[in-house]
């Protein structure tokens, strides 16, 4: 058997303050008020998103340090890949990211002096080192470091 709790009328309870209890003969089942996940499974998804949002935070924040170290040494008089300082690379004959195609007569030398006039030894060797070679073709497309 099986105790319940009877709701008493207003009167009732206004007046006797005593709850009313009667015997039951099957077992009842108290309602259910939370549906959906368990308090441990909604922990460790919480759990699971904090971990992510840290991670996120920490790529961010690594790349947007990262980005302000960099951008002042090349802003201010930094060096470039080809030697050249930020306001020499900017003003010289071919800027960095430029596709240079080989006209006859030229040599790694000739463009290298086109790229950097102060430095072309420098220029000359990121240049063979992309192209792989020290010999260049007329026709042949070569991307400015």
Known sequence: MAIAEIEASEWEMMYTRASHLRLLDAPVEAPRYRTGLSISE????????????????LIVGSVSILALLVWPSVAFGGTSVTGLSGDSAATGNLSSGV???????????????????????????????????????????????
């Open 42 to 57: 909604r922990r460790q998804r919480r759990e699971r998103k904090q971990a992510l949002l840290r991670r996120t935070m």
């Open 99 to 145: 596709s240079y195609t080989v006209q006859s007569g030229d040599t790694m030398a000739s463009i290298a002096r086109l790229i950097n006039p102060n430095d072309p030894a420098g220029v000359q060797r990121v240049l063979e080192q992309e192209v792989g070679s020290d010999v260049v073709l007329p026709g042949e497309h070569i991307i400015v470091p």
